[in-house]
């Protein structure tokens, strides 16, 4: 499903490109650019599934799956770049506008609306989390083939040249929105910063009613993809706390209140060994 509707998207996409550049309209440039978001969207949500499928191995012992998080910011930057000219060719057609030809602008903004409908009527009934983003994509992207019909139509009754530019930096505030979006959450994954709705001090708290656990440090939790969450921590426990079912209650915690599947907990009895390490650096040094 997702693999048809990316070819979809990802072909007519190709379409839009030649009919903008044949009838010289920047409102269907546009277009094309937000088709290519749509169409990043569906093929990165796409390659997930089908990276899940692949194991860890020696070299990527966390998976594949930051290849997808790669690939967005680079297509997000991409975009930004194609936002920028759209907007310097839109500057020079408001002082001076330019001709276009509104029926091929009409026939291929009309064939872009009945494409989306169809894309979106292909996704919008599955209960994945990742095809139900990339169907919101498509439906944002059903404004663009709106904004490039009313550009056409404008020319075509009433002569007006100002709809193309003017249309144009609308779709182009509607794309640097999507591509904003898409660059900062891909960047905040690849910093490894915490991911958004999980609060570091809710975690330490909830951690710390766990029976037999004394203190929560070196806490740090990131994530592969949005939606892969990875902790670690270290747990001082009660000298006569069992450490196996103290460690299943911490994770049961983080599983069913944090929904944080994939977590590494080092059990801790005395003093932490890294902060040991840490306040005598040289200790090791005077050993040898």
């Keep these: 499903m997702l693999a048809r509707a990316f070819a979809l998207i990802a072909g007519f996409m190709l379409i839009e490109v030649v009919g903008a550049w044949i009838s010289n309209s920047l409102t269907l440039a546009a277009d094309a650019g937000h088709m290519f978001l749509d169409a990043s969207a569906l093929g990165l949500a796409w390659f997930a599934l089908r990276l899940s499928r692949r194991s860890p191995d020696d070299r990527l012992t966390y998976g594949y799956h930051r290849f997808q998080v790669l690939a967005a910011f680079v297509n997000a930057l991409a975009l930004f770049g194609l936002c920028a000219w759209i907007l310097i060719e839109a500057a020079g057609r408001l002082r001076a506008p330019e001709a276009i030809a509104p029926l091929p602008v009409l026939g291929v903004a009309v064939v872009g609306l009945l494409v989306n409908l169809v ?74 910063a915490a991911p958004q709705g999980i609060d570091i001090n809710a975690v330490r708290s909830a951690l710390a009613q766990v029976a037999g656990v004394l203190e929560i440090h070196h806490l740090h939790v990131w994530a592969l993809t949005g939606d892969k969450p990875v902790l670690t921590l270290h747990a001082r426990v009660a000298e006569d706390a069992d450490e196996q079912s103290t460690v299943s209650s911490v994770k049961a915690v983080l599983r069913t209140t944090f929904g944080i599947d994939h977590s590494t907990v080092q059990v801790e009895r005395g003093a932490c060994p890294d902060e040991a390490q840490t306040a005598n650096p040289i200790a090791p040094m005077l050993d040898q």
């Design 119 to 192: 894309a979106y009527r292909m996704l919008h009934r599955s209960d994945n989390l990742n095809v139900q983003s990339a169907a919101l994509h498509v439906l944002g992207d059903l404004l663009g083939s709106v904004a490039a019909i009313v550009s056409a139509l404008a020319v075509l009754w009433f002569g007006w040249r100002y709809a193309d530019p003017i249309l144009a930096l609308l779709v182009v505030a509607i794309l640097v929105r999507g591509a904003w979006r898409v660059l900062r959450d891909a960047a905040r994954i690849l910093l490894e």
